[in-house]
């Protein structure tokens, strides 16, 4: 089975842009979950939705931030604009709720605001 | 204080040898209880997820999780070049594996 797939895996924009991050969870996971990584901070859990609905957006950090998931197989993080400081990888896992799995992680996206 | 209190390290250590790594919480309403290995430029990949105290044993493998003294840890025998990663201990409280908190993640380095 494909794992989570989540696009790009490298951006590098200028400071104020719009950046789009992209995630696909793995198939029949209702679970999607949105992670920044620093080396200052860990991982951590900036949104998550069950079922295509957003149930908890409290490690969102700011306005500029912002996360959707129109249907089962897609979810975006967007951040406008863009600030240096958002530099870090950003990783999106998903997990099926009603089972006894936890979470699977993609290879995150390595983001640089310049 | 942090909830997940994990050493940075880097560990480094000869191949072969016993390699031992902890994580301490506060939050005693902690149920679930994870570690992931992540690779460098790759995501978490769980490695061992218990519900319970004890220990749980997965091939060179062993997770111990204390709740009384709330103090987790992840044993690898025969410790491989493979191996060299960081190791991320993982917790959630009521939700099951819905909320996860992570602590920092310990670097790993086996020498071969």
């Known amino acids: 089975d494909a794992g989570v797939i989540q696009s790009p895996r490298h951006e590098v924009t200028e400071m104020g842009q719009e950046v789009t991050l992209r995630c696909k969870p793995i198939?029949?996971?209702?679970?999607l979950f949105w992670y920044r990584q620093t080396m200052m901070r860990g991982l951590e859990l900036l949104i998550y939705?069950?079922?295509?609905?957003?149930?908890?957006d409290s490690g969102m950090p700011e306005d500029r931030f912002s996360a959707k998931m129109p249907n089962a197989s897609f979810s975006t993080l967007k951040i406008q604009p863009s600030e240096p400081r958002d530099s870090a990888v950003y990783f999106c896992?998903?997990?099926?709720?009603?089972?006894?799995?936890?979470?699977?992680f993609g290879d995150g996206t390595r983001l640089s605001i310049l | 204080q942090k909830e997940v209190e994990q050493d940075p390290g880097p560990l480094s250590v000869p191949e072969g040898a016993i390699v031992s790594l902890n994580c301490t919480y506060s939050n005693s309403a902690f149920q679930y209880f994870m570690w992931y290995r992540q690779y460098s430029r790759k995501g978490p990949e769980l490695l061992m997820y218990?519900?319970?105290?004890g220990n749980k044993e997965d091939g060179r493998f062993t997770a111990q999780v204390d709740k009384s003294s709330k103090y987790i840890s992840l044993f690898i025998r025969d410790s491989q070049p493979s191996d060299s990663a960081t190791y991320l201990c993982?917790?959630?409280?009521?939700?099951?594996?819905?909320?996860?908190?992570f602590g920092t993640g310990t670097k790993l380095q086996v020498i071969p």
């Open positions: 896992a998903s997990r099926a709720t009603d089972s006894n799995q936890p979470q699977h």
């Open positions: 198939s029949g996971h209702n679970s």
């Open positions: 218990t519900y319970s105290s």
């Open positions: 939705f069950n079922n295509n609905v957003p149930i908890d």
């Open positions: 993982a917790m959630s409280w009521s939700g099951g594996y819905q909320k996860v908190t």
